[in-house]
T-cell receptor
Framework: QKEVEQNSGPLSVPEGAIASLNCTYSDRGSQSFFWYRQYSGKSPELIMFIYSNGDKEDGRFTAQLNKASQYVSLLIRDSQPSDSATYLCAVTFDSGGSNYKLTFGKGTLLTVNP | GAVVSQHPSWVICKSGTSVKIECRSLDFQATTMFWYRQFPKQSLMLMATSNEGSKATYEQGVEKDKFLINHASLTLSTLTVTSAHPEDSSFYIC??????????FGPGTRLTVT
């Protein structure tokens, strides 16, 4: 059973602070890692993806991957109230025939307080 | 780029009727599309993988005769919920794969069966 674990939260941070979201996964064969943002009642929106160990930065977002520890995180700098949403961690593994499927965590609810 | 549309955005139907949901990739060709279902306060659950020109691959526990998937072209996949019942009421979301690992989601279809 391939599992992706996230703290459900809610995680509450003040405006302007750094929000840190964490995710662990069970399958060492996992190949790529994604963070999606989902507002209530809406579908997920891709924020970032990371394939290699280390950090990847995109604007206010930084994804960090540590394959040895099977851990991926998302840092949001200068958090804004508009960042308030559920953040979904997703992991891809090869299910055969190049059908790389995403396995989602249950998501972490982030609230940024003005 | 990487825009995926779904139609309809919401639908209400009576128990026992069938409902068709369309998923289109608007600015890219998608050989693979995925169908997910999300119940309130839960994460996305993959229902099936749809490959253009071939039969869909269903996840364990998903009834293939109830959830009919057709991927007739590189930009269109359809999900038909046959003989819908109230327990089928959910948020149905499709995604289309643009690159090997990257999936982009449609806006979702909220189905309510009365």
């Amino acid at each position: 059973q391939k599992e992706v674990e996230q703290n459900s939260g809610p995680l509450s941070v003040p405006e302007g602070a750094i929000a840190s979201l964490n995710c662990t996964y069970s399958d060492r064969g996992s190949q790529s890692f994604f963070w999606y943002r989902q507002y209530s009642g809406k579908s997920p929106e891709l924020i970032m993806f990371i394939y290699s160990n280390g950090d990847k930065e995109d604007g206010r977002f930084t994804a960090q991957l540590n394959k040895a520890s099977q851990y991926v995180s998302l840092l949001i700098r200068d958090s804004q109230p508009s960042d308030s949403a559920t953040y979904l961690c997703a992991v891809t593994f090869d299910s055969g025939g190049s059908n790389y499927k995403l396995t989602f965590g249950k998501g972490t609810l982030l609230t940024v307080n003005p | 780029g990487a825009v995926v549309s779904q139609h309809p955005s919401w639908v209400i139907c009576k128990s026992g009727t069938s409902v068709k949901i369309e998923c289109r990739s608007l600015d890219f060709q998608a050989t693979t599309m995925f169908w997910y279902r999300q119940f309130p306060k839960q994460s996305l659950m993959l229902m099936a993988t749809s490959n253009e020109g071939s039969k869909a691959t269903y996840e364990q526990g998903v009834e293939k005769d109830k959830f009919l998937i057709n991927h007739a072209s590189l930009t269109l996949s359809t999900l038909t919920v046959t003989s819908a019942h109230p327990e089928d009421s959910s948020f149905y979301i499709c995604s289309a794969r643009q690159a090997l690992y990257e999936q982009y989601f449609g806006p979702g279809t909220r189905l309510t069966v009365t």
